[in-house]
Nanobody, 116 residues
Framework: VQLQASGGGLVQAGGSLRLSCAASGSDFSISTVGWYRQAPGKQRDLVAAIMRAGLTTYADSVKGLFTISRDNAKNTVYLQMNNLKPEDTGVYYC???????????WGQGTQVTVSS
């Protein structure tokens, strides 16, 4: 399984980005998929997840700001990030989640940098 995250970039505080996660070899439509963030010098943390039935969950720090969604036809999961803050800076990764744990090897991730 290969997971490809894309859509990151440099944005000013208050700006928006939409990240995409495409998978080959895994059917996202039957999986829980999560977006993780690894800030510089910190551990990788889950920021949002979407379950098979479409239910979503978010870290408290991004509630109301980030929206996770999926397009089953494209086997892609998205993360819409609005009103970005410098503390949102980090490398964003996606993964399939099984029993609360990431299932596959991490891809390269996509860098998000928010300037103040």
């Amino acid at each position: 399984v290969q997971l490809q995250a894309s859509g990151g970039g440099l944005v000013q505080a208050g700006g928006s980005l939409r990240l995409s996660c495409a998978a080959s070899g895994s059917d996202f439509s039957i999986s829980t998929v999560g977006w993780y963030r690894q800030a510089p010098g910190k551990q990788r943390d889950l920021v949002a997840a979407i379950m098979r039935a479409g239910l979503t969950t978010y870290a408290d720090s991004v509630k109301g700001l980030f929206t996770i969604s999926r397009d089953n036809a494209k086997n892609t999961v998205y993360l819409q990030m609005n009103n970005l803050k410098p503390e949102d800076t980090g490398v964003y990764y996606c993964n399939v989640i099984v029993f609360t744990r990431p299932q596959y090897s991490w891809g390269q991730g996509t860098q998000v940098t928010v300037s103040s």
